[in-house]
């Protein structure tokens, strides 16, 4: 069964037949002598799988560290408008109306009506 290795030299992907397994030849692309190796291949396909695997798992990371963004940024808009109308509707009349008061205090101690 041929098997298939990368040249290290130029990443070019060589098919082996199986007679030339554990011999010598040069690439037919870079044309750097290669030892070809079917146990290496069979290393170079693991190593391959994982890094495709790690790769899996770093945009899962990614789109789930992107899905906590858009919650918090969700959570930040609502949280602004809970805060405007906590302003408009309880803050800004209370502040009114000390100020309303404190004039009316005022103006009372001046006119001697207090
Ligand atoms: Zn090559």
Request: hydrophobic share 40%; glycine share 2%.
């Amino acid at each position: 069964m041929p098997f298939k290795i990368d040249c290290p030299f130029c990443a070019q992907r060589i098919e082996v037949p199986d007679e030339l397994n554990n011999t010598t030849a040069n690439c037919p692309s870079c044309n750097q002598e290669l030892y070809l190796s079917k146990d290496d291949a069979v290393a170079d396909a693991i190593v391959d799988r994982l890094r495709r695997e790690e790769e899996s798992r770093e945009r899962q990371h990614q789109e789930h560290l992107r899905a906590v963004m858009q919650m918090q940024e969700q959570n930040r808009r609502t949280w602004t408008i809970v805060k405007w109308i906590l302003y408009i509707f309880v803050v800004f009349p209370v502040v009114f109306w000390l100020l309303y008061a404190f004039v009316l205090f005022v103006y009372g101690c001046f006119t001697g009506k207090l």
